[in-house]
């Protein structure tokens, strides 16, 4: 998946359990049941993204439509970087050109800008009931809790490297 040149690629190979959960369960269903394969896989991403919110909302108690909307915003870029391949032919720069579009758009742009809207309304709302008293304050906030995040994501990184070349030897 790290590889792919286009979105459809990523979906396909991303997380391979829950893609054949949901061709089996939800994309042959709904053909069988007379969807074109467009409106079929539509059906899916619409699934996938009332899970993600869902699965967001729950753990920060608030309901925003930036998981929601992350996840159905996939379906055009699924279709524009899979017209962009075809436009491409053969050309030897494709391959590249695709997965660069692919980790700018989605790994560096996309999630961590869902994640920074979050974060900017749980900081709202701490302001807003009084938790902090000026935004300054979410300011020191972030400065003096940055680092410890940092150290604990990597602290998981490095547990699950770990434990994944464990399991492969």
Known sequence: WWNAT???????LWNLPVHYWMVRHLYFPCVRAGLNKNQAAFACFLFSAIFHEVLVSIPF??????????????????????????AAGQAYWWPVVGNVLFWVTFCVVGQPMACLMYYYDIQ????????YETAGDIGKSVAKDLPGLVAEAAHAALNAT???????L
């Open 124 to 131: 709202r709302e701490k302001l807003a009931t009084g938790e």
């Open 162 to 168: 770990k434990a994944a070349m464990h399991t492969e």
């Open 61 to 86: 108690h608030m309901v925003r439509v930036y998981a929601f909307a992350g996840m159905l915003g996939q379906m055009p870029l699924v279709f524009i970087t899979k017209k962009l391949e075809r």
């Open 6 to 12: 286009n979105f459809e690629q990523y979906w396909r």
